[in-house]
């Protein structure tokens, strides 16, 4: 079974910036749409920000909008999610995916190939 990798988490000051990279070491997924989620302790997973096969479409949740951006570079097979602005209620282990099917970006049973995801903490 194919999974991603995810990194660039870790500890960070409220206001402060971190960039998480998603790969996909040995298959391409250049032709899908990715998705990047969040689950905090004893919450749902949670959509946060979502990419199409090119970069041409992006899609956010409203809490993130202004403060995240997603990207991707097929020629390195990896998705980004820049992140701004952290705040407090941001800390979450954060989860690539790729999104396999359906419209709605924000499903996430409409994605598949999950990683082990990547811890980010914010501290006020």
């Known amino acids: 079974q194919v999974q991603l990798v995810e990194s660039g988490g870790g500890l960070v000051q409220a206001g402060g910036s971190l960039r998480l990279s998603c790969a996909a070491p040995?298959?391409?997924?250049?032709?899908?749409?990715m998705g990047w989620f969040r689950q905090a302790p004893g919450k749902e997973r949670e959509f946060v920000a979502g990419?199409?096969?090119?970069?041409?479409?992006?899609s956010y949740a409203d809490s993130v909008k202004g403060r995240f951006t997603i990207s991707r570079d097929n020629t390195k097979n990896a998705v980004y999610l820049q992140m701004n602005s952290l705040k407090p209620e941001d800390t979450a282990v954060y989860y690539c995916?790729?999104?396999?099917?359906?419209?709605?970006?924000?499903?996430?049973?409409?994605?598949?190939?999950w990683g082990q995801g990547t811890q980010v903490t914010v501290s006020s």
């Open positions: 995916a790729v999104k396999m099917r359906g419209s709605d970006w924000d499903r996430a049973t409409h994605y598949d190939y």
């Open positions: 990419i199409s096969w090119n970069g041409g479409r992006t």
């Open positions: 040995g298959r391409t997924f250049s032709s899908y749409a």
